[in-house]
C-alpha cells in the first residue's frame, strides 16, 4: 500500500502534516475511511477521534496508528492528498483528562442553565462547542490509559 500525504489544520496552527497509509474521520454520515487515490471528495467532520495509519512502529499507543481528537471542520480529499481543516485538534498526548473532565461538567451547567432560561443562544452555542470538544478529547485519551 502506498502513503499519501495528509494535513490537518486547527486554530492552533499544523496538527499533522505528514505521509500516512489511511486516515479515518467522523463525519455526520458516520466514520468514513480515505486510502490512497480515492475520489474527490468534500465533507462536514464532526467531533471524534481520527485514526491515522502509519508505518508499522511509528504509532503512538497503537504499532501502526495515531489518534487525534477532533472538533468540527471540513474535510477535502483528491486523489494524491487529504485535508482537514477544524476548528480543534489535539493529538492524544496533548490531551489533558482531568481538563477535559472540566471543560465537560462546566459545559454540562451551562446547558442545563439553558434549560432554564438562563443563558443566551451565543453562550448555548458555545457551550455545545466545548462539551463536544471535551468528549472527543475524553474519549481519545481512553487509547492513552489502556496503553
Known sequence: MKSFP??????DGKIWDGDCFGVSVPTSKG??????NH????S????G??????????????????????GRGLLEAD?????????SAERVDDIDEQ???????????????HQEGD????????????????LAGLKVHKRKRRH
Not at 99 to 113: C, D, F, N, R, Y
Open 6 to 11: 495528509l494535513e490537518i489544520v486547527s486554530l
Open 31 to 36: 466514520e468514513i475511511t480515505i486510502l490512497q
Open 39 to 42: 475520489a474527490h471528495l468534500i
Open 44 to 47: 462536514d467532520v464532526v467531533p
Open 49 to 70: 477521534e481520527i485514526k491515522i495509519k502509519v508505518e508499522k512502529g511509528k504509532g503512538i499507543y497503537s504499532d501502526d496508528y495515531i489518534f487525534l481528537a477532533v
Open 79 to 87: 486523489f494524491d492528498k487529504v485535508s482537514i481543516l477544524s476548528r
Open 99 to 113: 481538563e477535559a473532565m472540566k471543560a465537560k461538567e462546566k459545559a454540562k451547567e451551562i446547558l442545563k442553565k
Open 119 to 134: 443563558v443566551s443562544e451565543v453562550q448555548f452555542a458555545n457551550a455545545t462547542a466545548q462539551l463536544e470538544k471535551a
